[in-house]
């Protein structure tokens, strides 16, 4: 058994010379809420843990003149429900983030750790995605941004190539009249792995969906956008017949697997079932109801 060295760099700099000479051994540490966990079951023995809580680029969260949001990839979920404007502009990647674990889960876990675990049924991924969020990645090779949902490979994987580091999600400016809202499907009724999840990001103009984005969870092997259910919302009233469509096309985009926590018939019925409802708390939210 080899020692696991460990180091705390204030700079990104630092972290990502460590990172990239630790080679794949090395890991990432953010709250900690995965990583540790998996070292106790005996899953991963990293050679060196590089902590990236002490670096203030990656736990900073900004506001820009623009109506746009950098959110640090460190950031917690309780820190980003004490932002005085975030969970104003972003209800859903709030509820979202909001519902990983219990409470002292919520003062560690980050959303770039929920993103980089890879998990299929990462509960911010899904929304993250509908907000049609980008992130910020730091490697050997300097600096490039990627979609967030272009980021997750597979169950446990991501696309970040060797020694990159998830520095910071932007979130986009809203346009007036817009709502986002995450719901889940667990079953029991707290601290449990999504079944489904669906995250739902819009824009009305006097009654009519001008922009829709849709984010689908623990139903494949990657969190995806479907874009077909957004092509039915938008153009549409929210009524009925489009609701029904894009939740057709919702439990079509599924390819899920079949466990104790739900059979395919469940996930894939449920997934149409969430779509109609994020949609509609997504719409009373955008028209400020
Ligand atoms: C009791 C309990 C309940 C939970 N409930 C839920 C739940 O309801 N929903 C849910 O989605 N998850 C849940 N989780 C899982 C976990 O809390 C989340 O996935 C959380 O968001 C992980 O964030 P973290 O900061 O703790 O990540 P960490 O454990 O620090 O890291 C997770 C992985 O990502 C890598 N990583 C982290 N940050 C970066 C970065 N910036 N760049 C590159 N790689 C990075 C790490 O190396 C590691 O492989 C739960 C966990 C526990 C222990």
Redesign the pocket.
Known sequence: MTDTQYMAPQTLDEAVSA?AAGGDSA????????????MGAGM?Q?GL?VD?KKIDE?NSITENADGSFVVG??V??AVLAEHPTFGKVWPGVLE??N????T???G????????????P?????PAMIAADTTVT?QGPNGRREMAVKDVPAGPGR?N?KAG????SFTLPPRPSGSGDAYL?M?PRT?????VV?VGVSLTLENGTCTAARVGLGAVAPTVLLVEDAAKELIGSTLDDAALNAAAAACSAACNPIDDKRGTIAYRTKVAGVLLKRSTIIAADRAKGV
Request: hydrophobic content about 50%; overall charge negative.
């Open positions: 990172y890991r990432i540490l953010a709250g900690g809420t995965d990583l540790l966990v998996q991963v990293p843990i990236i990656l990839a460190g917690s979920g979202a983030l519902l990983i674990g219990s002292q889960v919520q560690r876990a980050s959303a770039g750790g929920n993103l980089c675990n890879g998990s049924a990462g509960d911010a991924v990645i991501t970040l990159e580091i998830l520095v889940r667990i707290e601290m449990d792995i999504a999840g």
